[in-house]
């Protein structure tokens, strides 16, 4: 194979001006009001903004206990998002529970756009650390699911194909899909590796010089997992979040537990109090 010199990435996902939530036959969409006026943007501009944006926004999902409450009502094993057809959609069904991950998930796409939702694939994530335990005692039943129930999926594609026309996309969607990018890069359920989707690639040359390959980035997906795997493996860099006071920082390495010399000199003095005070209830019995 001869060798290529890699130039760069660009981005160029689309962004229009204004977002909307509309209910459609039980399920809530984020709808772009103007299609055709959308912009193209670069999201590589700032990758580590877009990092936290997205690690902030998955965190409002992961943070939302009655919405795995309600997936685990369902038997919802795994968490994707074609289950919600089957179940009914929790954020249309359960608007005020939802609100914080609402008002976080719009934020998020009235900065960067939709991601497209995927013909033939569905959203998948896993739940969060602390529902292990929960999750221990149960199993995915393949012969739960019978022939009869998968009328759903067709539904599901039917509602994906419409959708992609108006570039709109369910809101149980987008929280699974930015779930399960906070799940990756905070609680290490990191894969390593991941599909570039809708790109195009170019290569320069030049007589006696290394061709340079160029690639345009329309996914915005993509663009995410791009700036993470550059930030990860090619900066040696981490997205993480501050024991002490809860802040989403961008950590030198990967071990770094706070965000900064204060939060950490906090944290300790807290945990030795915490200790002090153990001790002299043990030793006062
Ligand atoms: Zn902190």
């Avoid at 929790?90 to 008002?103: G, I, N, Q, S, Y």
């Avoid at 993509?222 to 900066?235: D, P, Q």
Wanted: glycine share 6%.
């Amino acid at each position: 194979m001869p060798a290529l010199n890699f130039i760069r990435f660009q981005g160029a996902v689309p962004r229009c001006q204004y977002y909307t939530l509309s209910e459609y036959q039980g399920f809530l969409y984020i709808i772009p009001e103007d299609l055709k006026g959308a912009r193209r943007y670069d999201p590589f501009a700032d990758m580590e903004a877009l990092l936290l944006d997205v690690v902030r926004a998955g965190g409002q999902v992961a943070a939302c206990d009655s919405f795995f409450e309600y997936a685990i009502a369902h038997d919802m094993f795994p968490l994707r998002d074609a289950g919600f057809w089957l179940h009914g959609d929790f954020f249309a069904k359960h608007p005020d529970e939802a609100r914080p991950v609402l008002d976080a998930l719009m934020a998020f796409v009235e900065r960067y756009g939709l991601p497209a939702w995927e013909v033939q694939s569905m959203a998948y994530a896993d739940y969060p650390a602390r529902y292990a335990p929960r999750l221990m005692s149960r199993r995915h039943d393949p012969d739960r699911e019978g022939t009869e129930e998968t009328r759903y999926l067709i539904e599901y594609e039917l509602m994906k194909r419409s959708c992609q026309s108006k570039g709109s996309l369910p809101v149980c969607t987008l929280a699974i899909l930015l779930l399960d990018l906070y799940l990756r890069f905070l609680e290490g359920t990191e894969r390593g590796d991941f599909f570039l989707r809708n790109s195009e690639w170019m290569i320069h040359y030049e007589h006696e010089k290394t061709p340079r390959l160029n690639a345009q980035v329309f996914d915005l997906l993509s663009c995410i997992n791009l700036a993470h795997a550059f930030l990860v493996s090619g900066e040696g860099k981490a997205v993480r979040q501050c024991k002490h006071c809860g802040k989403f920082f961008i950590a030198e390495d990967l071990r770094a537990e706070y965000c900064s010399p204060r939060c950490r000199g906090a944290y300790n003095s807290k945990m030795t109090r915490k200790r002090v005070k153990e001790r002299k209830l043990r030793e006062g019995q």
